[in-house]
């Protein structure tokens, strides 16, 4: 990148050239700056279980445990071996959302199946803590990657599932706009999320409250996971919060990526 502003410049094109090279290196320098952040962030995210690990083990190897001890230490160690592969997966999904081709337009995945998956993973994940509804709008399919979208839907549940107090609601509702564009609603009454954060909330790491984040398992990356698998897809994601109130995140995926497959009338309804 940096050659070809060089030989931008050595013609000679006049003052505008210089322009679009100063806006090429603000470009580059910014690009370089987040790619720092990242490689700062990712060791951070890395070294704290680690410290904490060694930490373990250092008390293991020199103290004379009971029993009792050694278990509750044990299961100490495996919260931060678990915080650190849900990190390394989250993160490889990333590296895979970033670099493999975009979905392709003409792959159909039934709507109704994979809603009940999620539906049954949400519950086992609230564990009856929250009143957890589902409404969906039967018959449809979706265009794409079943796997994004599914990892999408299943990043919205369990933010509302971790943000959302005991005894909270929680609705994921399926319908399809007059516009025939699909929009996948999750709304829960938890914690929500103060204004000035929702514009930054998609970016990576970024956590409104960072040690209830981790102290739930989050990682700070799912919600550019669900943003990115959704641009891939040609859509959006939609965010409205309010402090004390709770929150809505709306994924919509255009007209061309959704079509109903079978009449309403011919399923029984949920
Ligand atoms: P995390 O793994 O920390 O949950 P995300 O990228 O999924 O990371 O979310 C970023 C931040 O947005 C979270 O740390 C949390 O502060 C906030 N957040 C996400 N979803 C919700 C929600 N449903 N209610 C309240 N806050 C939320």
Not at 190 to 196: D, F, P, Q
Not at 246 to 269: D, I, K, M, Y
Request: proline fraction near 6%.
């Amino acid at each position: 990148r940096g050659r070809s502003t060089l030989s931008v410049v050595v013609r000679p094109y006049g003052e505008g050239m210089k322009l679009v090279l100063s806006q090429d290196i603000t470009e580059t320098e910014r690009a370089d700056g987040m790619r720092r952040d990242f490689v700062s962030n990712v060791s951070h995210e890395i070294r704290t279980p680690l410290t904490v690990l060694a930490g373990f083990i250092e008390t293991m190897a020199t103290l004379p445990l009971s029993d009792d001890e050694r278990q509750r230490v044990m299961t100490l160690m495996r919260q931060q071996t678990d915080r650190m592969q849900t990190l390394v997966g989250d993160l490889l999904t990333l590296a895979q959302l970033e670099g493999s081709p975009r979905p392709a337009p003409d792959r159909w995945t039934a709507l109704d199946p994979l809603l009940q998956r999620l539906e049954a993973d949400a519950a086992s994940l609230s564990a009856g803590r929250h009143q957890l509804h589902f409404h969906v709008e039967p018959g449809y399919e979706v265009a794409g990657n079943p796997s994004e979208l599914a990892s999408a839907i299943t990043n919205l549940v369990t933010n509302a599932v971790r943000y959302t107090p005991d005894g909270g609601r929680i609705d994921v509702a399926w319908r399809v706009r007059p516009d025939h564009s699909g929009e996948l609603e999750v709304r829960d009454t938890g914690i929500g999320i103060g204004r000035e954060h929702i514009p930054r909330l998609t970016e990576r790491f970024y956590r409104v409250d960072g040690s209830r984040s981790r102290d739930t398992g989050g990682t700070g990356l799912g919600l550019s996971i669900v943003k990115h698998a959704v641009q891939r897809h040609g859509g959006e994601l939609a965010i409205e919060s309010e402090v004390g109130k709770g929150s809505c995140f709306r994924l919509v995926l255009p007209p061309p990526r959704v079509r109903l497959v079978r009449q309403a009338a011919e399923h029984t309804p949920r």
